[in-house]
């Protein structure tokens, strides 16, 4: 058995973002999906329908933030950085202490 360095993260939280075609601002919920083999946080918000988008943001060895997820509308790839910077901010605001974990 080997030694895991895990960041400390927070589970979920909640981000708005102003979407810059239509104007309005739209909140999206981050919680963290444990079923992925990387860091990753599934992500959901409502359209305009009130319609559920979900999709998942996966950390990739470089530490940038990829979304996936399938029929993803325009106005939320166009945010895709601003949406992994949120995550990158709420790391800092809990805490990038470590821990080891076997």
Same mark, same amino acid.
């Given at each position: 058995?080997?030694?895991?360095? $895990? ?8 981000? /708005?973002?102003? $979407? @810059?075609? /239509?104007?309005?601002?739209? +909140? ?7 079923? %992925? ?6 992500? /959901? ?19 940038? #933030?990829? *979304? ?6 325009? #106005? $939320? %790839? +166009? $945010? @895709? *950085? +601003? ?6 901010? /709420?790391?800092? @605001?809990?805490?990038?202490? *470590?821990?080891?974990?076997?």
């Amino acid at each position: 058995m080997h030694n895991q360095i $895990i960041k400390l993260m927070k589970p979920n939280f909640i981000k /708005s973002f102003k $979407i @810059e075609k /239509s104007n309005k601002k739209k +909140e999206f919920n981050f919680s963290i999906d444990n079923s %992925c083999k990387d860091l990753a946080y599934r992500v /959901s918000v409502l359209d305009d329908k009130n319609n559920t988008i979900s999709f998942l943001l996966i950390q990739d060895d470089g530490g940038m #933030w990829n *979304l996936q997820g399938t029929n993803l509308p325009d #106005w $939320i %790839c +166009e $945010i @895709e *950085l +601003e949406l992994g910077y949120a995550i990158d901010d /709420s790391h800092q @605001e809990f805490g990038n202490d *470590l821990f080891y974990r076997n």
